[in-house]
């Protein structure tokens, strides 16, 4: 059995150390490739304090996806670190729905593992798609599942679409709502340790791309993101075609 853990383990190397091994080789492949690509965009423009705290924040989020894609949770303090840096990019560059969905990242898969960090423990051994919630014996069927994460979509983008018309009326309403209702389903699958998740970061990496180049060519930021989020989309074709990611390569377990 895996060795417990707890909330003074999150401030140890040894956690760190534990959360980063065992990952597949592209993966480790990618992550050094993505280090050095954002370094290397961030350095070769003009620097200034958003600039900085840009690169901060992608290089701890690339990291914790990578590491959440080989069922290694590094959210908690990196996940909570990058996504309060996210919000006030978000906010800078005029994108409120984006630095909301920063906020429901925080709730759905950076406190749980603060809170708990046996959260983060054995995740492969609880990665299932709906469709196979019946084949397990769970006690909702794949219908339920299909119904609340469509309402959770269309109501987390007509909210977000409607606060950005009236309230904050800020330039990108429709892409940034939308960008931020997809990340919120994908979210809420990830916490539950659905495979469908990876099909949500795909269409939101998508999403995030056009989103941050939009904002970037209307001069709101910087080219940074716009291509963080294309090493996101690497990161979702990984798990989708590494056979060592469970998220999508496992044997269904059944209930008796």
Not at 99 to 114: E, K, R, S, W
Not at 130 to 138: D, K, M, T
Not at 243 to 250: D, G, Q, Y
Request: aromatic content about 16%; glycine content about 4%; cysteine-free.
């Amino acid at each position: 059995m895996e060795q417990q853990h707890t909330f003074k383990d999150l401030f140890k190397p040894s956690w760190y150390i534990h959360q980063m091994s065992g990952w597949s080789t592209s993966s480790y492949i990618l992550l050094l490739f993505g280090y050095l690509f954002i370094a290397w965009q961030t350095f070769s423009a003009p620097l200034n304090a958003i600039a900085i705290w840009t690169f901060v924040a992608a290089i701890l989020g690339f990291t914790t996806t990578l590491a959440i894609t080989n069922t290694r949770p590094l959210n908690g303090v990196f996940g909570l670190i990058s996504a309060l840096i996210y919000i006030v990019v978000a906010i800078h560059a005029k994108n409120p729905s984006d630095a909301i969905l920063q906020g429901v990242y925080i709730v759905l898969l950076d406190i749980p593992v603060l809170i708990s960090p046996n959260w983060a423990i054995d995740v492969e051994k609880k990665v299932r798609k709906i469709s196979e919630v019946g084949a397990r014996n769970e006690k909702h069927d794949s219908s339920y599942w299909y119904k609340m994460f469509s309402v959770v979509f269309f109501a987390a983008w007509i909210v977000l679409y409607f606060f950005e018309i009236y309230i904050t009326k800020t330039p990108r309403p429709i892409i940034d709502s939308f960008t931020a209702a997809i990340g919120i389903t994908g979210a809420l699958l990830t916490t539950l340790r659905f495979s469908e998740s990876y099909y949500f970061w795909i269409i939101q990496g998508v999403a995030q791309v056009a989103l941050w180049g939009v904002t970037a060519v209307q001069g709101d930021a910087s080219l940074v993101l716009f291509f963080t989020y294309m090493l996101y989309l690497a990161n979702d074709a990984v798990a989708l075609l590494d056979k060592k990611i469970a998220w999508f390569h496992h044997t269904v377990k059944t209930s008796n």
